[in-house]
Structures are given as C-alpha cells and as structure tokens.
C-alpha cells in the first residue's frame, strides 16, 4: 500500500488544491516547530499562511482552530532567499486521541510536493551526559506506545515500513556539520514516544533508560513513521528543555517546556538557518 492520495477519511487532493490555488511558492522544505521553537518564524518572509482549521478537509473543527498554521514563505539570509514551508504548531495524539490528525500535516507536505523535512520537538533529557538546553539529532526512535492506540491508527504506524532507516544520512551529516560550528551543544541518541499528555514517572524513566531511550517527548514518531513511508526524506532534532522525571527532581510543567525553549530559540533558529540553506 502507497500512501499517496487520501488518508482514510480526508481527501488530502482537496486541501493541497486549496492552498496551491492561493500561493504560487513551491517549497521543497518543510520544518515542524516543537513547543518554543518557534523564533524561526521571525526569519520568514511571510508569504501566505493558513490555519488548519481554514483548510478543506483538514480533519479538525474550527473550535480546535489554534492547533497550528502552516507558513509559506521565503526564509532570508544576507541576500539569499529560499522557499520554506513552516508548520507553526502541531496535534499531538494526547489532544484529541486522532492519528489522523496527528499525521494529516504530513500527507498535506507530501502533496504539495515537500522533498526534505526537518523535524523539531521539545523533549526530557535521559540520558546521564545531557543537559537541559542541549540539543538531540535523533538516531533512531521507538515507543511502547502502540500498546494503547487505538487499532486503525496502528495500521498508519506498523503495518507499512519499508525499511528500518527512517532517516537520510546526508541530511544528518549536514545537521552535525552546522551543530558544531553554533554555540549549541548538539548529542545523537534514541528518541521514544510516549502518547502523554501526562509526563512520566521516574519508575518509567528508569524503565525507558534500561531500553535504550536517550529522549522521551510526546510526539515525532508517528509523523516520521508516514514522512519515510511518502519518500519524504527527513531528520529530526530534539531541544533538551528539561532533565526527565527522576533524573531531575524538579517538578515538570509544560510552561517550563515552552519557556525553555524560548530562552534558547534565538540560538536555534540561527542554527535552523544555517542548517536550511545547507541544504538547497
Ligand atoms: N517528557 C515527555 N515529553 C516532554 C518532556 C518530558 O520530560 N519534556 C518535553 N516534552
């Protein structure tokens, strides 16, 4: 099974037909914004942006309507310019317990003919030589989540990988190149999915250290899942904002996540930057 086309219920033709009919731009990269993240948005110049809720057959009411926007623009630097595609925001599972909203955005990119996305997310620290503040290039992901999602959305997520490397090895490289000429500390490590929204327990952190993950965060797994199955190529990134549950002793909440984010997010969004242009 391809997933070109419609997701089950939605016709992902309609909505890229709409947003194709109101800009002329034709981004070939997209990036999603994790909680905070979003300064980047400053260095696009806005060209038409549209909200999710406006958009035909975007599986979500008009009451959910701040969920998220999706930016296209030209992203500046000195005198050049490249076409982005920039998702403000995004559904996670926890919200509305939808899979189909949760990978909607993505089916949009694949449509409107997105070839490279930069995933972003906010995520708690595991492993011992992370600090809050430092920045994941994901390697690998996984999650014991899929023991309690609903059937049809374990359809989305398992049933159709083509291959165990869901990430592109260029666009990786390209990332640590660019990572270490900014002042961010940059580790690569294993990402896992937990559907929230709670955080977890230190005796699940304990548990998640023991199986190899190095991050925990809520979302990316299920949107890497569908962006590889589309012939996306794509990489993602965590923001360390905090030490997770147990490995710090601090309370969590999920203003701290934001505002941690926004202490860092001039920093990183140079560094998106940079990283966008390396590869046009
Ligand atoms: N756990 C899960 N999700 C998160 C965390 C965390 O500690 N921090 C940011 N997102």
């Not at 070109?4 to 034709?26: C, E, F, H, M, W």
């Not at 914004?33 to 406006?54: N, P, R, T, Y």
């Not at 969920?67 to 919200?95: D, M, T, W």
């Not at 999920?254 to 505002?259: F, K, P, Y």
């Amino acid at each position: 099974m391809s997933y070109s086309g419609n997701t089950p219920n939605r016709d992902v033709n309609k909505s890229a037909d709409y947003i194709k009919a109101q800009t002329n731009l034709r981004p070939k990269i997209a990036l999603v914004l994790g909680s905070g993240l979003g300064s980047l948005i400053q260095k696009i110049e806005d060209v038409a942006s549209f909200d999710f809720s406006e958009i035909p057959d975007f599986p979500i009411s008009s009451v959910e309507g701040h969920a998220g926007k999706l930016i296209f623009g030209n992203l500046k630097s000195k005198n050049c310019s490249i076409p982005v595609l920039a998702f403000q925001g995004r559904i996670h599972f926890y919200e509305t317990g939808s899979m189909e909203q949760v990978l909607f955005p993505v089916f949009l990119a694949g449509q409107i003919g997105i070839e490279k996305l930069i995933i972003t997310n906010a995520a708690g620290g595991i492993n011992s030589r992370f600090n809050a503040g430092d920045l994941m290039l994901i390697r690998d992901i996984f999650t014991p989540s899929h023991i309690r999602l609903p059937n049809n959305s374990r359809n989305f997520l398992f049933q159709h990988q083509k291959h165990f490397d869901y990430f592109d090895e260029e666009m990786n490289q390209n990332f640590i190149r660019c990572a270490s000429k900014s002042k961010m500390t940059m580790h690569i490590g294993n990402y896992c999915w937990l559907t929230g929204p709670s955080y977890e327990t230190p005796a699940e952190i304990r548990m998640l250290k023991k199986i190899g993950a190095d991050a925990v965060g809520m979302s990316t797994v299920p949107e890497v899942f569908l962006a590889h199955n589309l012939g996306i190529k794509t990489v993602a990134v965590s923001f360390i904002s905090n030490l997770a549950a147990g490995i710090s002793l601090k309370k969590l909440s999920h203003a701290d996540v934001t505002r941690a984010g926004s202490t860092i997010s001039e920093q990183f969004a140079e560094l998106m930057q940079q990283y966008i242009f390396s590869l046009a």
